[in-house]
């Protein structure tokens, strides 16, 4: 019987790895577990299955039981996106929910709602999709949070954060991926006393609203187990948050003032350790307390300048901790490796981003795969490498999209691709291509 019963549990963890329904993959750390994937790329690059035109937005998709869910922007006509990315006007457009199949690319559904954008970085919507169970969950650039049939993009039920709960739009929009669990939908929201809020993901009916601050920042809800009990880490800009997920109870808490609100990067948890970091104040570590739910800090970056770095100072990628090291991307494009312990840098280089020279903001995502790392650059490339703390080891490279995103004075593609059914799925702001990575 018991050998049946994990058997019956391996089959269901295959099961689970086809799919990548929501931000960072099955089980949110940014793991891909598919077999049977390429070793490299073939000359020419891996097979391109097809290609859709879809509008502009930095929302990852979601792939979840044969279809693919993403957001873009539609501009209205006679108005356009500001030259200056900084710029805040008002922006007409509509924000649309798509269904694709996964096989194909064809248009299952769509849904579009009309949204006025306010907010800087006006390309697009940023969050991914969470999808489950039969449904999918939305979050818009403006704060409108949608619970739609994954069947027929049909509404279900929605929230507007600005008009329920008197959020303000952030600098660069609400940005905070949606966290699904169990029946709680937990969702980065603002306004007085409701920087998180969780909703009942079938009724929409709020379960609990908690903290207050003058913004609440980008980073989305991070759920980890520690003390012997479930943690929900909310990080704010002017503090590192630990609820109980159940109630909204603070737990502990940390005060961390961060520059421009610029919350963003994911928690990492490896161990008892939990990371933290951010493009203008560097980072933090912290040891969780083994027996109850508490922190206290392990080691700290030092500086407070983007460029005159010391430890990881991130911003739009999330970093990757294996085997007692961290991988990261710094602020101007550094691919580092750190000792977790202490944040002291092993190495870095710019070969996976820029290529040679520092850029401001210039990024890739990590996705680990069995013993070696897919990285997604902002040139739209895709490279199979290893990462050690001897160094970065390339072993193939592929371009699948080309930069369409002007925001940052440069072409960019800032969208966090999703790994399903031995396929990668990336977008830009013309078009979502999927690629086959089987053997």
Known sequence: MRSAFFILLLLSDMLRADDWPHWLGPQSNSVWRESGIIDTFPAGGPKVLWRVKI????????????????????????????????????????ERVLCLDAKSGALVWEHRYECTYTMSYSTGPRCTPVVSGGKVWTLGAEGNLLCLDAANGKVLWSHDFKTEYGAKTPMWGFAGHP??????????????????????K??????????DTREPGYCPPTMIEAGGSKQLILWHPQAVNSLDPATGKVLWSYPWEIRFGLTVATPR????????????????CFKLDATKPAAALQWEGKSFSEKNTDTLHSLISTPFIENG??????????????????????????????GDKPVR????????HENRFFLANEQGELIIANL????????????????TTTDPRRAVVWSHPAFANQCVFMRNDEEIVCASLAK
């Not at 957001?71 to 008002?90: L, Y």
């Not at 903001?361 to 680990?368: H, M, S």
């Open 388 to 403: 050690t703390p001897k160094g970065y080891e390339e072993i193939s490279r592929a371009k699948l999209l080309k930069p």
């Open 202 to 211: 079938d009724s929409g009916k709020e379960i609990w609203r908690a903290l």
């Open 325 to 354: 090291h961290i991988y990261g991307v710094c602020s101007y494009g550094q691919l580092r490796c750190l000792k977790l312990v202490t944040g002291e840098r092993l190495w870095e280089t710019f070969a996976a981003t820029t």
């Open 179 to 200: 966290l699904l669990d169990g029946q709680r939908l937990i969702c980065l929201c603002g306004g007085p006393g409701s920087v998180a809020v969780a909703f009942d």
């Open 55 to 94: 509008g502009g937005g930095y929302t990852g998709p979601a792939v979840a039981e044969g279809r693919v869910y993403l957001m873009d922007r539609q501009v209205a006509e006679k108005s356009s996106i500001p030259g200056n990315a900084f710029a805040r006007g008002i922006i007409p457009g509509t």
């Open 269 to 284: 948890l490896a161990g008892d350790m939990l990371l933290f970091s951010s493009f203008y104040t560097s980072s933090k």
């Open 361 to 368: 903001w210039a990024n890739a995502f990590l996705i680990k």
